[in-house]
């Protein structure tokens, strides 16, 4: 059985430019959730989704959004991008919807920001 | 707000030792507590939870207690070994829809 899949692994953007991430999830996982994982802040959780709908969101502003499409793949989007949103993107599948499920992650998606 | 504190930052031990990890947590709804290890460059793996109705849990040389009155949960490695060098990190679920509060990550190191 597949992991949760991320693409790109890597890539590099400018101030001021957008970046697209995508998440496959494990197959028959329906929930999505994306961490944002720096040296200063550690693991932080962005937002969440199931069915196509963002339950859950964290302290994140505007600028980070995403979604989810009905085969459960995920796509976060970061705009305006700013030095400090250098980072690694984690995606994170549950088969499980409420608050009881482990987390499966990807191997994530390296931001850096110049 | 809600908030996990995870002790030690670092942690070096000799191969065959054992190491502790300890974590508090400010959420008192919090009712599930997973560790992930992550080794350099590689995604966070679960390698134990428990759940708040439950005080210990083993799994081989890896067990996880937890102290609800004073909301602090605790990892215990025995017989260390050096693939046991990684980043452990503990969380706790609140807020619901699988937002995971993580702690700062201890770094373990096993000299052989």
């Known amino acids: 059985k597949a992991g949760v899949t991320q693409t790109p692994r890597y890539l590099i953007k400018t101030r001021g430019q957008q970046v697209t991430l995508s998440c496959s999830p494990i197959?028959?996982?329906?929930?999505v959730s994306w961490y944002q994982q720096t040296p200063g802040q550690g693991l932080q959780f962005l937002f969440e989704?199931?069915?196509?709908?963002?339950?859950n969101k964290g302290n994140f502003p505007g600028r980070f959004s995403g979604r989810q499409f009905s085969n459960s793949r995920s796509e976060m989007n970061v705009s305006t991008l700013e030095l400090g949103d250098s980072a690694l993107y984690l995606c994170?599948?549950?088969?499980?919807?409420?608050?009881?499920?482990?987390?499966?992650f990807g191997e994530g998606s390296r931001l850096t920001v110049l | 707000g809600e908030n996990v504190e995870q002790h030690p930052s670092t942690l070096s031990v000799q191969e065959g030792d054992s190491a502790v990890i300890k974590c508090t947590y400010s959420?008192?709804?919090?009712?599930?507590f997973p560790w992930y290890k992550q080794e350099l460059g590689k995604r966070p793996q679960l390698i134990i939870d428990?759940?708040?109705?439950?005080g210990e849990k083993k799994d081989q040389r890896i067990a996880v207690t937890l102290n609800k009155t004073a909301k602090h949960f605790s990892l215990h490695i025995t017989e260390t070994q050096p693939e046991d060098s990684a980043v452990y990190f503990c969380?706790?679920?609140?807020?619901?829809?699988?937002?995971?509060?993580f702690g700062a990550g201890t770094r373990l190191a096993v000299h052989p």
């Open positions: 969380a706790s679920f609140s807020g619901g829809y699988n937002k995971l509060i």
């Open positions: 428990i759940r708040s109705n439950v």
């Open positions: 959420d008192s709804a919090s009712n599930y």
């Open positions: 994170a599948s549950s088969r499980k919807t409420e608050n009881t499920g482990e987390l499966f």
């Open positions: 197959s028959g996982h329906r929930s």
């Open positions: 989704y199931f069915s196509e709908t963002q339950r």
